[in-house]
């Protein structure tokens, strides 16, 4: 079993849409958890960070944590076109770079 | 403010010949960490630099080695390369007092081996 599970999709929605991606983890450890957007053949981009449990809002983007239940997810609102890529969660244990990534969703918003 | 830097973007080697991939991290960043991710997947974590030591590694063979230098620039080697070594090598940088998140991934160097 992997540390950390996600769903490789790929996800079609229709543009205006409200997306939700989700990751599930078996390492109790850990605090922090991420949210990346790759575009095909660039580096991952942040798009969300939090710490421990609870909710984070930017823009169209809320980042929630269920550490309890040991399930993270991102919800993208009125998602665009622009939004299309494939989106990995990330963890890690306290203050350190050795991130833990999901395989990455694909998604696609088709107007 | 140029961001993390990555050369070659794309190289190509055949089975058991030797590589190196070159990194310059974001300015004012002192950490480098470098990731393999295959087709498909999420990027794994290989090891990380800092004050020019290995600080972590991750389960990969001692056929990858690094380095970094004053400057904080890095290389990733890979000797002996197999077919499975195939993948986008990402470096990201970060400063040491990370505790916010703030880990920033270059372009990649695209390795094939044949």
């Known amino acids: 079993q992997k540390e950390v599970e996600q769903d490789p999709g790929p996800l079609s929605v229709p543009e205006g849409a409200i997306v939700s991606l989700n990751c599930t983890y078996s390492n109790s450890a850990f605090q922090y958890f991420m949210w990346y957007r790759q575009y095909s053949r660039k580096g991952p981009e942040l798009l969300m960070y939090?710490?421990?449990?609870g909710n984070k809002e930017d823009g169209r983007f809320t980042a929630q944590v269920d550490k309890s239940s040991k399930y993270i997810s991102l919800f993208i609102r009125d998602s665009q076109p622009s939004d299309s890529a494939t989106y990995l969660c990330a963890m890690s244990e306290y203050f350190t770079d050795k991130l833990i990534f999901g395989t990455g969703t694909r998604l696609q918003v088709f107007p | 403010d140029a961001g993390v830097t990555q050369s070659p973007t794309h190289l190509i080697k055949t089975r058991g010949q030797q590589v190196t991939l070159r990194c310059s991290p974001k300015?004012?960043?002192?950490?480098v960490s470098w990731y393999q991710q295959a087709l498909g997947q999420g990027p794994q974590f290989i090891f990380q630099?800092?004050?020019?030591?290995?600080?972590q590694r991750g389960n990969f063979p001692d056929r990858f080695s690094g380095h970094q230098f004053p400057n904080y620039s890095s290389e990733l080697n890979v000797n002996a390369l197999l077919l499975g070594d195939s993948a986008l090598y990402l470096c990201?940088?970060?400063?040491?007092?990370?505790?916010?998140?703030?880990?920033?991934f270059g372009e990649g160097s695209r390795l094939t081996v044949l």
């Open positions: 630099y800092y004050e020019e030591e290995e600080r």
């Open positions: 300015s004012g960043h002192d950490t």
């Open positions: 990201a940088s970060s400063l040491s007092d990370w505790n916010t998140g703030e880990l920033f």
């Open positions: 939090t710490y421990s449990s």
